[in-house]
C-alpha cells in the first residue's frame, strides 16, 4: 500500500477495504451536514442508505488521514472525480487540496460539482478547474443543478 503526502503534510492513500466504510460515511454526514443545506432531508437519508453498498464499491476509494484517522475521501471512476469529502473539523487544513492532487496525479480530468455548493464550486475552479456545461439534474435524477468542471 502507497501513501503520499502530496499536499500540506496530508497522507493519502487508498482504502483498505469495506471495513473502512463505516468512517467514510461519517466523514460523508459530517461533510454534507456543513455544506449541502440545498439537499432535501429525505435525498439525504436516500444517498446515506446507499453510500457502503450502492457507491463506494464502484469507485476507486482514496483516503487523506491526520493523526491515523481519516479525515476525508475521494472516489473516482477512470479520468472523473466522482465524490470528495472532508470532515467539517478538517475543512481548510488542506486535506481536499492533497486528495484532489493525488486523484488529479492519477488522471482525473472531470468532476460534477452541485452549483448550489458555492464551497465546492469555489474549490475546483481555484485549482483550474472550469465550468464547461450544466445539467438540470443530478447524476440520481435529482433536482439539484449540476455543473461539469
Avoid at 87 to 101: I, K
Avoid at 119 to 134: C, I, K
Wanted: glycine share 8%; aromatic share 8%; with cysteine.
Amino acid at each position: 500500500m502507497v501513501t503520499t503526502q502530496p499536499v500540506s503534510g496530508v497522507p493519502v492513500r487508498r482504502v483498505r477495504g469495506p471495513e473502512e466504510y463505516p468512517r467514510l460515511v461519517a466523514v460523508w454526514q459530517s461533510a454534507v451536514d456543513a455544506t449541502h443545506d440545498f439537499l432535501a432531508a429525505e435525498d439525504r437519508d436516500a444517498i446515506e442508505a446507499r453510500l457502503a453498498s450502492d457507491y463506494f464499491p464502484h469507485v476507486e476509494l482514496y483516503v487523506a488521514e491526520r493523526d491515523g484517522t481519516v479525515v476525508g475521501f475521494a472516489g473516482r471512476v477512470e479520468d472523473r472525480l466522482e465524490m470528495l469529502f472532508v470532515d467539517d473539523a478538517e475543512r481548510g487544513r488542506g486535506t481536499g487540496a492533497a486528495l484532489l492532487a493525488y486523484v488529479v496525479a492519477l488522471g482525473v480530468t472531470a468532476v460534477d460539482v452541485n452549483e448550489q455548493n458555492s464551497q465546492a464550486l469555489a474549490f475546483y475552479r481555484r485549482r483550474r478547474f472550469d465550468v464547461v456545461g450544466r445539467s438540470a439534474l443530478d447524476g440520481d435524477g435529482r433536482p439539484y443543478i449540476r455543473c461539469s468542471t
